[in-house]
């Protein structure tokens, strides 16, 4: 999801950028919006061939737009693995729209933000088209600058907002909020006023947008809900035509509904499985399997895997708090993967107790009948006590006494 970057020297805001783990599809954005009553273009989801003539039904536009549903961004000048081109389409031909749907469900959609096989495609939105008199742009999102949520506004909509930033600083209207107060009919008749909202009853409905926004935002435990654009249109209504939604992921205790809409068919297997146990994976080209603590050491790892001639088959961080089980989820999840030769663990024990890593081991190998080389570094707390669990295993692990020497023996060992 591309965040709302704007310049310093033009906004006087920076942005936070998160990592975003929560991804949903750009219908489920609209229908969170829907249900906030946040006005939205009405559309139907079609998931079969078959159902397209009754999700019509529900629509009654001159116009209609047949959108793929995937997890990437230029769907647009995306093209199908059958040939066919545009994961956007725009008719108004009723009878058209099943043709447009027969092309691209069940298909791979391949854009400049997949891979090259592209992303399967299984849901498709058909949506009414509105007739836009014009665009403007608005986001609320939490800014540590502020310490607090902070609203964006430009009467330039529907262009990158950062350019506006950058060349026309006026156009760009920041407001600090209070958490506890949020947007009220002041803030919220002034920014609107700012957006170009002048009509009486277009600025009166603009006002009760910008409202519910505000309720979507803090519902949800929002971290930026970015609407590009929000839009007038010729029979003088205020619509969202496209939501960028950004998630507090430690919020996901009280928002366990909202995470359980996500939509992990797009996503490795292997790391929709390591989250299950709270495991951060990401799945790389290599051969040599690493195990660590924290995302710096994930990286050092890698980069010290590569210095000595290796290729790293993944980035698995166990975190600060991990258990035995987790260790032993780790393991599974490495031990499965076809391309791993070999597995390097470099823990540094902090918060992490080594002897934790070093009875995960122990169990994870034996209960796993582990049958490709162990690279074993362990540093910090308790570790000499750890390194003895190792050693009285009579298990085969290799153990290294600094990271470039483990990395040596994990590269060697998959050469032999």
């Not at 920076?14 to 750009?26: K, P, T």
């Not at 996901?252 to 809409?261: C, E, G, K, V």
């Not at 993967?337 to 122990?362: E, M, Q, S, W, Y």
Request: charged letters at 25%.
């Amino acid at each position: 999801m591309r965040s709302a970057h704007l310049l310093k020297k033009t906004t006087e805001v920076i942005c936070v950028s998160s990592v975003r783990n929560l991804n949903l599809l750009e219908y489920q954005s609209k229908e969170l919006l829907r249900d906030s009553g946040v006005s939205v273009q009405n559309f139907a989801i079609v998931d079969d061939l078959t159902k397209t003539n009754s999700a019509l039904e529900k629509l009654h536009a001159d116009e209609f737009v047949i959108k793929a549903q995937v997890l990437a961004g230029g769907r647009g000048k995306g093209w199908f693995d059958n040939g066919f081109k545009g994961g956007v389409h725009l008719t108004k031909d009723r009878n058209a729209v099943t043709n447009y749907v027969k092309n691209m469900l069940g298909h791979r959609l391949i854009t400049k933000q997949t891979s090259k096989d592209g992303i399967l495609v299984q849901k498709i939105m058909i949506a009414e088209s509105v007739d836009i008199a014009r665009e403007t742009y608005v986001c609320i999102l939490m800014d540590r600058q502020h310490n607090g949520p902070v609203l964006i506004a430009s009467p330039a909509g529907g262009m990158d907002i950062e350019t506006v930033a950058e060349k026309h600083p006026e156009q760009i209207k920041t407001v600090p909020l209070d958490i506890y107060h949020g947007i009220d009919d002041e803030i919220a008749k002034d920014v609107c006023t700012f957006l170009g909202f002048s009509d009486p009853d277009i600025l009166n409905k603009a006002i009760y947008e910008l409202k519910n926004l505000w309720k979507l935002f803090v519902d949800i435990d929002a971290l930026q809900v970015e609407i590009n654009p929000l839009v007038e249109t010729t029979d003088k209504q205020v619509v969202a035509v496209d939501a960028k939604i950004a998630f507090d992921d430690n919020a996901q205790f009280r928002q366990q509904n909202l995470f359980a809409l996500e939509d992990v068919s797009e996503k490795d297997p292997r790391e929709v499985d390591a989250s299950r146990f709270n495991l951060n994976y990401i799945g790389m080209d290599g051969n040599i399997g690493c195990l660590v603590n924290g995302a710096g050491l994930a990286m050092a790892t890698m980069d010290i895997i590569k210095l000595n001639g290796g290729s790293p088959a993944n980035f698995l961080d166990v975190g600060g708090s991990v258990k035995e089980d987790q260790v032993f989820q780790a393991f599974r999840i490495l031990s499965e993967d076809p391309k791993v030769k070999a597995i390097l663990v470099n823990v540094f024990g902090g918060i992490v107790n080594c002897i934790t890593i070093a009875r995960g081991i122990v169990a994870a190998s034996r209960n796993l009948g582990l049958q490709i080389p162990l690279v074993v570094r362990l540093e910090g707390t308790n570790v000499t006590e750890a390194k003895k669990v190792l050693a009285e295993s009579g298990l085969p692990i290799l153990t290294a006494n600094n990271l470039d020497e483990a990395a040596r023996k994990a590269v060697i060992s998959v050469n032999t």
